[in-house]
């Protein structure tokens, strides 16, 4: 629980509660970040409204509460730039709720809400920001393209990390094989085909033609000499036997 000492200890108790119910089931398009070591300081994430200027956006702020809270009103700060007529350029809000109409009952969750309505539908009589306050008076068109403008340069959402999305290239990099076997019940995969090199290529391509004889230059003359002894051989056979059949 927080210590803060600008705030009484009952405050703080009604802060922890009230914290944790939002936290627990938080308005729509509200998300209030929870410092447990400091209630004096709330922030929330406000998404912006559907068919405003803001939709799309993701608007940080944050409600500064004074050590006579509740009998005096937070004070209310947009963190990300806006063009908005309520919401100064140093980003304070300018809303009844947090001034003369200030109820001490009145919970964070009711601010909360009241400030993202403000999106929607904002006061120009009452501007802060006397050009946007202007400009949607007089041509809303040109508001709404600097609003949307704003939305689109500084409150783009932050985008969220895929659990468990990794690359196919990481993956193929960082395969441990007793991981690969466990995921098939301990059984080994098969050795796959070893890789093809220039000697292991040309090492394959004798052993499917080692039945096919093959003449190279040297043994061409050898084979030719032999043949031809052979021939001579085989003359002499016959003229032996052509002499002996005279004799008889």
Known sequence: MATNENLPPNVIKQLAKELKNLDESPPEGIKVCVNDDDFSTIFADIEGPSGTPYENGVFRMKLLLSHDFPQSPPKGYFLTKIFHPNIATNGEICVNTLKKDWNPTLGLRHVLIVVRCLLIEPFPESALNEQAGKMLLENYDEYARHA?????IHAKPKPKAKSGAISESTTALNVDPSSTNNALGGKKLPPGPAPLTASSKGTA???????????????????KEAGTAKALADKKKIDARKKSLKRL
Do not use: E, M
């Not at 949307?148 to 689109?152: A, E, F, H, K």
């Not at 391509?205 to 084979?223: E, F, R």
């Open 205 to 223: 391509a004798n052993s499917n033609d080692q039945n096919i004889p093959v003449v190279t230059g040297p043994s061409a003359p050898l084979k």
């Open 148 to 152: 949307r403008l704003y939305t689109g």
